[in-house]
């Protein structure tokens, strides 16, 4: 189930990172709250995309070979979990945590606990 959960997570964070990328404009306007964290910055988008590139490329490789892949999965889950991090602190600075939190939940929060689940609990021995 672990391999399976990492590979969908692979697809889904892939291509985002790939719209960052290469749609960084568009990607700006599409993802609810974004246009709320300051102007469009289409360096930082791509530098982002880039790095969700990454990420998706260690759960890929950890659904693919787990033993081999877990440390790329690790390292992934660790930038989930820091960005994840990051928007937990933004929220609670805003005039409303509540919403921001919730509206972070399906693309910030969930991807990073669902790869730190998977890190923790599939960790070759």
Known sequence: MSRILAGALAVLLGLNALAMLFGSFWWYNAVPGVIATGPYNPHFVRDIGAAYLVVAAGLAWFAWRPAQGWPALAAGATFLTLH??????????????????????????????????????????
């Open 84 to 125: 994840a991090g990051i928007h937990v602190f933004d929220a609670s600075c805003s005039s409303d945590p509540v919403a921001n939190l919730i509206r972070d939940l399906p693309g910030v929060y969930a991807p990073a606990l669902i790869a730190a689940a998977i890190a923790v609990f599939r960790r070759p021995v």
